[in-house]
């Protein structure tokens, strides 16, 4: 595992409307927080970027010593509408103020405006929700539920899908969890990657599911798109899978934990291929702040057991700020801005992948969700994933990047899939937003990206050259 170093080191300042760089990175200051972090917790956190939080609001994110980022991870996925969003500070104040910050799932006000709210904007047939705290959580809940709905025993995913790290969830995912001591509970079909299927999607799908018996499974569970690569599943094989699970009385689950409000340009991704599942899962983006999931279904598959419930699920503050998020989300149009900013940055992407159509290979992009393929410089097209199943990656590359970021004050997740593969998902939903109101400004934004793009390929092509962490450059740290 990769160890960033904790060691400040100089790095040239910036001063910029978005980013501050005043002090050795990391700070020298908060050095003993990002030691105790690695001593006394998992080591895990050796592979986080060695700034320390103290303060984020919107789309910035700052150390205690005044060294200020762009955030383009968004928490990975959390903070759509923003980070400390005031309507949604707002709404947890008042209910710490009102003195109600704990009610296990008794009656609160707090929760009836949430679960109306969630219901209006879910497809007409679901009906009910469950709120529970985290999305591993509503996976493992919304697997219990279609257990006890069919009858069955097993259930479907795909072989490099995610769906969260406890034991249930971990053996829904893909490759990459041989840990899991059940594996027969699960059958991982393979993902219709745009460019890995030969045959159409329809012909794929039917291959997928000819060995199968189909009365064996209760569900069928789905991301709308990969979050490793952001590869969506092609809208005739969604539609395709749909009516194959109710032909057979399979539910159809959709985690929308990731891809949900708003992020890829619809209120879910599942909306793209118009089709209607039976069991929907929500966590991250739901608040944008405090933990909470929920499973949204129908009355008939969420009343089987009186056991729908947790000790936090419904927590009062997690709640009101879920209800203040979603509010806000709708008020301010950050779907449909998601989708316009998406539409803006895909054009420009398609133009860079024009201007040097030797280096970018394939862009994905819904929304304010995509990623960029890179080339190999040596032309090697081995797949993604390796024959073990592990995504492969060059651990030293991928915190290169990272770190070039964090000294250019900008936050980004990149994963770069060994040599000659980079992919970027673009995790801010509410990136800029004052840039958004005037049309000048819109394109100012997308260069954001663009530049960010380029940034990261010219550290790639540098690492190659020198095999060491590139500079940028001042001009394109300036723009920021
Ligand atoms: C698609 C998807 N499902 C499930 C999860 C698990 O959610 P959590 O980390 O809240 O348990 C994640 C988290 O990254 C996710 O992206």
New binding site residues.
Partial sequence: MYKFSHIPVDTPKIKTKNRTIKTKIPSPETVSILEDCMTYEPASMNDQLPVAWDKAYDFNVYDKSGNKWIDFTSS?FVTNVGHSNKDVQKAILKTCKKQLLNSYYYPTKERNKLSKLIIQNSPKNLDKVLFLS???ES?EAAIKMSLLYTGRKKILSFDQG????TMG?SMACGKGNDWVPVKSFVKHLPFPNEWGIKSSPENFFKQSVKNLKPNEYAAFII?PYQ?WSASFLPTEYAQKLESWCKSNGILLIV?E??SGFGRTGKFFAFEHFKISPDIITC??GISSSLPL?CVISKSSIVDTSSSFNSTHGSNPAAVAASTASINYLIKNKLVEQSKNKGDLMLKFLKEWQKEQPHLIKRISCRGLLASVFINSPDGNDSDFVDDNGNHRCNEEIKAAAKETHLHSSMLYYVKVSNFGRLYNPYSQLTPPREYVHAKEKLIKETFVFKTTNRIVFSLYLDYLKTKKQNLLLQAEREML
Wanted: net charge neutral; hydrophobic share 30%.
């Fill in positions: 990975i985290t999305g591993s996976v995610f769906h969260g790290k969830s991301e979050g985690d934990i990731q966590a991250k999931s």
